[in-house]
């Protein structure tokens, strides 16, 4: 079946560095995937989807990676703040299967 | 302002009754969909429904009723059945399921509602 894994543990970093999150899948190929983040006790926002045919995609201070061969996404945010501690959750497929999420956490 | 407007936030259940959860959308979307997120984990999905008087189960539909009456709306009823309610529950919609060029399900969310058990 189709399954999607994220960085279980909690990514702790210092302000100014960059925080990159992991999101593998397996038993299937998307033409796209997703970004969301999530603050705690709210809903999921969208942040940057990503096609097949794209290496690369960016916005901002984000960049989102995929390659289909190791069948992975990276999830890159530069210059990180305080305020980007969130969970981050990557999804994909027609109906969306979501990740787990990785909890990101960036000190002052 | 567009969204959707899930209520309410906090919802209580006593042993045996059955309660609804509402779920509001003013984005003209055709497909809405209730998760359940339990505590360390990631979303998994109820129910979803493309189209009004349509809708399919997800991946832990047992314990869990919807309707779709509306376009605007997706209520989820979790019955007694449902042994274990106790989590946050997420409404989303999508202007498609899926196709229609990429872009078209991305899926907006509600805020949520926390269901506890008394």
């Known amino acids: 079946s189709q399954k999607i894994e994220q960085n279980s543990e909690a990514l702790n970093i210092q302000e100014g560095k960059t925080a990159t999150l992991t999101c593998n899948y397996t038993n299937y190929s998307p033409a796209y995937l997703q970004w969301y983040r999530q603050d705690p006790g709210r809903g999921p926002v969208f942040l940057l989807l990503i096609r097949e045919n794209e290496k690369e995609k960016r916005k901002e201070r984000l960049k989102v990676t995929f390659d289909t061969t190791l069948k992975q996404s990276l999830f890159h945010i530069t210059a990180s703040q305080p305020a980007d501690s969130a969970t981050y959750l990557c999804a994909l497929g027609g109906k969306l299967i979501f990740g787990q999420g990785t909890e990101l956490s960036v000190k002052p | 302002d567009g969204g959707i407007t899930q209520s309410p936030k906090y919802l209580f259940r006593k042993e045996g009754q059955n309660v609804t959860l509402s779920c509001e959308q003013n984005l003209n979307h055709d497909a809405m969909y209730w998760y359940r997120q339990d505590p360390g984990q990631g979303l998994r999905l109820i129910y979803y429904s493309q189209i009004v008087n349509d809708f399919q189960k997800g991946d832990i539909a047992e314990g869990y009723s919807v309707s779709r009456e509306k376009k605007e709306s997706f209520p989820l009823t979790v019955t007694s059945a449902q042994k274990n309610p106790t989590a946050f529950y997420l409404c989303?919609?999508?202007?498609?399921?899926?196709?229609?060029?990429?872009?078209?399900?991305?899926?907006?969310f509600g805020a949520g509602t926390r269901l506890s058990v008394l």
């Open positions: 989303a919609s999508s202007s498609v399921l899926a196709g229609g060029g990429e872009g078209k399900n991305i899926q907006y």
